[in-house]
């Protein structure tokens, strides 16, 4: 906690507006064994191997170790701590605990922390200030296995009759609250494999430089003169070079067993899990991340599986990413977002959100910021741009439902790439942001599918069908599935390659596309050629999209980072409107992924289809994916096929599929309408209250004049920001 603020306020002093970050020097160096003055506290249930382990890893670095059972509270209390227990009863035992602990002081050592030192606040304060807490997270059935094979019938706190599942379950939430690191045990792990973890963890922790993130367009030869931090790239959505923020070391992987720990987990659980292996503790302690999570992914979803996976049909799957507020999948991503981006906002700056969206964006955009509260909420403005003609009724009623006064929807009478573009030359023109900055004190910055926040939580929901599927018994951890995904800017697609990065047993990541077959193309050719492809409106347009700004990330991982590359192959594009990659790129391109494309008529046959064999009825994004993975998917593997979206947002042409005639024009009856022909899936509430509240409002409509699109983000910034300064 305090080495978090003091970093958090050294950001602070250091940066307003965009300077680098300063971070705390590390103060134990495994590499040496000289811990400085900084102690390693284990923490942990009783029967987690804190004692074991801590001899382990007090040998492995030469350092003294203590007992807090042993060496503190039998030589202050000079008799055994069960007879202790026994004479005064649990209550007055964990006081007198807790004093114990506030009274002992060490320094450079492994400590093993009793299981109830944590329930003592005071106490746990007071030692936590000494080093580093690291939370040894054991399987709640382990322990119990454990600890009736130890013969330990009774632990502290266990009061008659209350069984030790439970308590352990209770005793969960203090070690969630003081831990630095956590190390997540596996069923079976040895007590040398566990110390190893440890010291990986210390290591990690105090090694923050090696997590720090780079452009795809940099050039390997000639690394940034600065380090690039989470929080800078959370911030600054797009690096200065006009690339893509990546991890300068990839992604963390996980073993079988620490993945089998998931399997049981909670999607929150799972979440805030993966997120610490990909967040470094000194950008977001885990304590600040499990607040985040737990409130992203909670209630707001109608559904408390948060992203179910659904049987359909023969071995194909599909994952309900729909159950969020706006029902998209980019709720996934935007209900945590805005958090770890407001946590990460220097102080002093307002902060401008710039964002361009073909329909979902906006109003998952607008309802992630709009949950902001406080002083974040103040100083942080969402104005959404979206082409008028490129967003359904719905979408339009969705977005002009919110009116927080820091958020904001324009319509342009433009295409999406328009709209995107604009935003890329807002970011690029230092006149522009010069004034901003010093006039307003404002700084613009995107949510849009570039950003990492964005892409980060959506491993989660990649990670998570996987494990459904173990826990329902339609796989073994370890063999293989293939992920069908309706691709437009491809994020949700680029995810899921992140996912299999990190050990998901993911073997093609298919790419599916509407008419707009740009990337289907690419694929097939090796050619991106966006020449002689108007934009064709389509019956899913929310993948109408030319250039795909995720795949610039892919190619840099199937390039192994050739910076030179990208950058030369994404400034072909910009100049000559296409590329072309060389022949062994696309070879390693064609292994992790498939991409294909869809009619438009084969996508609502397909939605009809499946209603006809099985009631259920998919939007058309997921019927783009449909009929994709019936194309190319071998059938020898579960295919998992995304629904972006629930039906009832893209209503008449759902509609249209099931040739149902006489659709009312008014969307809200729309929806009532189809909640009857459509069994499953159930009707999306939230949606259906937010339009019956939105009503029908005029919204703001302007030219596709680049100058037109800064003047209201000018007069935006003017309004919101004018009056807090
Ligand atoms: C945004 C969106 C997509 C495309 O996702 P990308 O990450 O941009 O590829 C697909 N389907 C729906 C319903 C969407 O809202």
Known sequence: MGLLNASRRAVGAARCCPSPLSTPKSWLSIKTALPGDKNILLMGPPGAGKTTVGRIVAHKLGLPVVDVDDDVLETTWKMPVAAKLASVGGKRFLEEEGQALRNFSASGCVVSLTGSNPLHAEAMRHVKESGLVVYLDVDGEDIVRRLAAMEVNRIVGQEEGVPVRDILLHRKRFYEKWLDVRVLCGTGDTAEEVAEKVLKAVERYQNHDEETYVSTRCDGAAPPHRKTYFGDVVVEGLAADGGLYVPKNGFPKMDAREWLRLVAMSYPERALVLLEKCIHPLDVSALDLRTMVFNAYGSNFSSEAVAPVRHLVRNQYVQELFHGPTASFKDLALQLMPQLFAHCLPPMCNYLVLVATSGDTGSAVLSGFGRLSGADRHRTGVLVFFPEEGVSEIQRLQMTSYTEDNARAVGVLSDFDFCQRSIKRMFGESGLTGHLAVEYGTVLST????????????????????????????????????????????????????????????????????????????????????????????????????????????????????????????????????????????????????????????????????????????????????????????????????????????????FKALQIQNIPEDPVEQLEKLELAAPRPEMHTEMMKRLKESGRRRQAVCQADYGVLVEEVESMIHDSFLKVM
């Open 447 to 654: 949510a849009n599918s570039i950003n990492w926040a964005r892409l980060l939580p959506q491993v989660v929901y990649h990670s998570s069908a996987y494990l459904d599927l173990c826990r329902d018994g339609v796989i073994e951890f370890g063999e293989p599935i293939d992920v069908c995904i309706p691709t437009g800017n491809f994020g949700n697609a680029m995810s899921a390659l992140y996912a299999k990065q990190m050990g998901v047993p993911i073997r093609k990541v298919i790419c599916a596309s509407n008419h707009n077959r740009v990337v289907a193309d690419f694929f097939a050719t090796g050619e991106y050629d966006l020449r002689g492809r108007p934009l064709k409106p389509s019956r899913s347009p929310a993948i109408d999209i030319l250039k795909s700004s995720n795949l610039e990330r892919f190619i840099h991982h199937v390039s192994d980072g050739d910076g030179r590359l990208v950058g030369d192959l994404f400034a072909r594009l910009d100049g000559q409107q296409r590329f072309r990659v060389p022949e062994p790129l696309l070879g390693r391109i064609r292994q992790e992924a498939l991409a294909g494309w869809c009619s438009e008529d084969d996508c609502l046959a397909a939605i009809r289809g499946v209603r006809a064999q099985t009631g259920y009825v998919m939007d058309t994004h997921t019927a783009v994916a449909k009929v994709v993975a019936d194309g190319l998917q071998d059938g020898s593997c579960p295919a998992v096929l995304c629904a972006t979206a629930h039906c009832g947002k893209f209503a008449p042409a759902v």
